[in-house]
Nanobody, 115 residues
Framework: QVQLVESGGGLVQPGGSLRLSCVTS????????MGWYRQAPLKQRELVAA???????NYADSVKGRLTTSRDTAKNTVFLQMNTLKPEGTAVYYC?????????WGKGTQVTVSS
């Protein structure tokens, strides 16, 4: 059974920073493109960042320059560093793993950007 466990969410003021983590098994991490998605209330889930197993990254236009994703294979962890957060960044953030045969999701972590 594949598990992805997110952590690091919370309440932060506009302009602040958070770092999200997603821990999974080493085999899944090595074989997958790992993505970070977010879903705000009454909105569809959207991709904000992704990193391939070759460490190629891509980002949604709305977060370029402010969010950075990385992976640490020694820790079986993918990170999402979020800087200069905006209120519209308030959402549940989900970690996703896409190996060639399937797609797996974590349960999400809430990020609230508010003063």
């Amino acid at each position: 059974q594949v598990q992805l466990v997110e952590s690091g969410g919370g309440l932060v003021q506009p302009g602040g920073s958070l770092r999200l983590s997603c821990v999974t098994s080493g085999s899944i991490l090595r074989l997958s493109t790992m993505g970070w998605y977010r879903q705000a209330p009454l909105k569809q889930r959207e991709l904000v960042a992704a990193i391939t197993n070759g460490c190629t990254t891509n980002y949604a236009d709305s977060v370029k320059g402010r969010l950075t994703t990385s992976r640490d294979t020694a820790k079986n962890t993918v990170f999402l560093q979020m800087n200069t957060l905006k209120p519209e960044g308030t959402a549940v953030y989900y970690c996703n793993a896409k190996p060639t045969w399937s797609s797996y999701w974590g349960k999400g972590t809430q990020v609230t950007v508010s003063s």
